[in-house]
């Protein structure tokens, strides 16, 4: 079973904004056994819409539009869908409410567009918005079902795990898909992929191997899809115990449906230990990428971004004598941040970077993309030098890529 | 003139990355006057590329393609896009001594596979990735430019803005498009498109209107499109004049290609004025977002994530009774914050943020989305508290928006 989802908006083909709802959907419909064919997106414009939903209706059984439900003159989608099923619009008295209750909710005055939120096709099935007030829209056509939801990622994602994939799962039997991803840390893609080539030729015809490189890191990613879960599951776990030995050595972890920031907030929460952050040249990305996991509170206490090397001396307590001798990106300096602000905020382990992101070199001689790494716990204090390169970007996602991995290597000794 | 751009690779489709370079080149071309007119992202299958490329042709004059260039088994788009142009692949002698010198630095084995990114399609003319082993491709046929690109964005951007844009603009003549974004803040989608509705019905047919409505904020973007752009830079900046007077009240500034945290720290850096941050709820998002800025040292003097209760007492000096009395989610609790963390890093500006981002209550009784705001200066500190709805991705998201708003209206005071 195939779906196909088209985002509709100028807004995503001058860049204004990142298509981020193709990948949620992605990741939701494969958990369900849906693959997704193609990602289509296309402008605010009538005939291109109609076009695009042909062709999808051609390739897919499930085809999920998103976008341009907004009240204003600029959202065309809900009348381009009305052409499309040579339908009519009726308000739904449940929209109304819908979206009277939202607006007397924030005492904003009800006007007439606000009002036609609530007219929708006559043969669709209506999706209740609990977030906002264009509601979804369930159409159905030669078998093939058809959903129109609003491009607000928020209302979008309750929308889908709420309302479409439960009705999906009603109305429809899927195969079983499932990835499973490992992440490697230390070879390149190609020596990655030259020493594992025999084991890679050898996997069966429905498990598909990837290589995702990105940011210092390599992660391979097993797909499979069959109709008995249980065999495919035994299957993926066989291949993945026969390469392991071949990797031992670069192997990090797997990675889960959630990012490896999150598994150690939660290995790290199971343990009941603390952790801190002193964050020079990743700025607090370290940090914020902690805190925008739920629960986060229990584990994380918290970080300081020194940035102007005069705090790293008030703040946190780095003997300026030290960073005269050692400069402000060093393995002495990086070292002693990790130890003082695990002190500092009581935590059990602490991270800290000092580094050059560049563009241009900033308090220190150090050539841009040099980075220090450190980690500290009660024991003891590692810490590594780096080069990642010449981007201001890179350097910054490597480095905090990089920290999670050395912080985990560490939590995983214990 | 149009473009279309064409990604590949399952990582996309199942929702493992999320696609941004479509936005980069989306952003990019508008800048030369080429439209975007669709992005498909298609799968690491043969016959899907070849529609892919086959329909490209159809729509557009221009078409890029991402991705797909690894040197490993998956990665099929040389091979393909060679059988679309019936040509035969080559060894190129400049890519193969670019691949050895990137091998030699990294003091890597170079493996047979390596040397296979030197084979190219005979036609097309190599466009050197000095960042990467993969090269750029361009290829033309029947008047059409193909041009494929390695999938890794620093290495796609970096050929794209050093080769790719000055060939275009080399080969073509392109109209000229503008885009202006006017941001607001406090009212609606559909009550400002109500108050602006006769501006917008007289707008010439050549500019077009957009709400983009997102955290709290909603965003007026006019795209012009035409030959003469002196002409087109004048009636845009005159419908801008009639235009405001009506939306004073919600007014907040413009969005050049700049995002508001950039426009912030250029203006810092033109006043001489800095800035620290101590960021409870918004867990360094804030930090992080100046910090991603090239030269953001020269006003970011740093911030203080002071997410456990504790910290705020022992790092940021916030009396434990202030704490007891208001609550750690308070006015009172908000505004010592931004003054505490003014001194300690000796800045001009201070933000912070305390908040109960959700989805569990923390350490308050705050409803959760309640998020105090404070901006204090050498003089004064304000303050505003507001609910950001129940979804923790939107509360930090929105008070990181809110908060650059706040401090962008104290900046412009002076």
């Known amino acids: ?51 695009a939903l042909k062709e999808a209706e051609e390739n897919a059984d499930i085809i999920i539009v998103t976008g341009g439900l907004g009240p204003t003159k600029d959202d065309i989608t809900k009348h381009t869908i009305c052409e499309y099923f040579d339908d009519v619009l009726v308000e739904d008295q449940d929209v109304l409410e819908n979206v009277e209750r939202i607006f007397s909710k924030y005492k904003s005055p009800l006007l007439t567009v606000n009002k036609h939120q609530a007219l929708v096709p006559s043969k669709c099935k209506v999706l209740m918005n609990h977030n906002g007030t264009a509601p979804g829209m369930w159409l159905e056509k030669n078998g093939k079902v058809f959903v129109s939801l609003p491009g607000v990622p928020f209302e979008m994602k309750a929308l889908i795990t709420e309302q479409v994939i439960p009705n999906l799962r009603a109305q429809f039997k899927f195969p079983y898909i499932m990835h499973k991803t490992i992440l490697t840390y230390g070879l390149g893609e190609s020596a990655l992929a030259e020493r594992i080539e025999a084991w890679e030729d050898n996997l069966p015809h429905y498990i598909k191997l990837a290589y995702l490189p990105s940011l210092g890191r390599v992660r391979l990613r097993l797909s499979a899809k069959a109709e008995d879960k249980v065999l ?25 449906d959630r990012s490896i920031e999150a598994l150690i907030g939660q290995r790290l929460i199971a343990m009941g230990k603390t952790l801190a952050v002193a964050e020079s040249c990743t700025g607090g990305f370290i940090s914020q990428s902690f805190t925008a996991n739920a629960g986060s509170s229990a584990f994380f206490k918290g970080g300081l971004v020194p940035y102007a090397t005069a705090s790293k001396v008030k703040l946190l307590g780095i003997p300026e004598a030290l960073i005269e001798e050692h400069s402000v990106v060093s393995k002495a300096v990086a070292e002693a941040m990790a130890q003082n602000i695990r002190s500092m905020f009581e935590s059990d382990y602490a991270i800290s970077t000092t580094g050059n992101a560049g563009p241009a070199k900033g308090d220190s001689d150090a050539e841009v993309g040099t980075v220090h790494i450190a980690i500290a716990t009660k024991d003891y204090v590692i810490s590594e030098e780096f080069n990642f390169g010449k981007h201001r970007e890179n350097v910054i996602g490597r480095a905090t890529n990089k920290a999670f991995s050395m912080l985990q290597k560490e939590i995983l000794k214990k």
């Open 232 to 256: 495919v599951e035994e299957e993926v776990q066989r291949q993945v115990n026969l390469l392991l030995p071949q990797i031992e050595d670069v192997f990090v972890g797997y990675e889960e």
């Open 1 to 51: 079973m195939q779906a196909e989802i088209i985002t509709i908006g100028d807004e995503i083909l001058i860049g204004q904004i990142v298509d981020t709802n193709s990948a949620f959907l992605g990741k939701e419909f494969n958990k369900i056994g849906i693959s997704i064919y193609q990602i289509t997106s296309v402008q605010d414009e009538k005939s291109h819409i109609l076009k």
